[in-house]
């Protein structure tokens, strides 16, 4: 058990560094974006390279805090019904949202985004959006890394949910 612990809280605090990282990289996105306005509207001379730019910083900043957000809860969900369930019944709910949804899906997503980031190295893919067009693999790297750190994080809080199933009456809520 003590492995576990060890390893769950390794993850999370590789999750929270990465997450920390992450949010530098909005300040590239608003110089960018503020940039392509000045250059826009100002000088009437719009860039051809900002719209890629753009939607990989972004991009960067959204998948690489997502495992982040799993573990403080940011996530979307029905939190009204939940709310409503006694500690036990909340870690019922939780624990068959991971198996039905959360699991099926990250393991699709992982296995797909690493197909998808290979053919793109191998390929040697350029974005066709822009003249600039960039190599797109280190984003679909990115991406793949981003989906499979949510996914260890995601074991980490299925792990975590189990927990209140064993814990003493007198614990509950």
């Known amino acids: 058990m003590n492995l576990f612990r060890k390893s769950s809280n ?6 929270h560094k990465i997450f920390n990282v992450a949010l530098w990289v909005i ?4 110089a960018v974006v503020m940039y392509e306005v000045i250059k826009r509207y100002v000088f009437l001379s719009p ?11 972004f991009g960067t900043f959204t998948f690489l805090g997502g495992a982040h957000c799993l573990h403080i809860n940011g996530h979307v969900k029905a939190d009204i019904f939940w709310q409503l369930l006694p500690k036990k019944g909340r870690a019922v709910l939780d ?18 985004s690493f197909n998808y980031f290979l053919k793109s190295y191998v390929m040697n ?6 003249n600039w067009r960039p190599e797109l693999w280190p984003w679909k790297l990115i991406m793949l890394i981003s989906i499979i750190i949510l996914l260890l994080q995601g074991i980490v809080e299925f792990w975590g ?13």
């Open 95 to 112: 624990l068959i949202s991971y198996l039905i949804f959360f699991f099926p899906v990250m393991i699709l997503l992982t296995y797909s």
């Open 161 to 173: 949910a189990i927990r209140p199933l064993f814990e003493r009456k007198e614990a509950e809520e």
């Open 10 to 15: 390794a993850i999370t605090t590789l999750n």
């Open 27 to 30: 300040y590239p996105l608003i």
């Open 47 to 57: 860039t051809n390279w900002v719209f890629d730019m753009t939607w990989m910083l």
């Open 125 to 130: 893919e350029t974005s066709p959006n822009t």
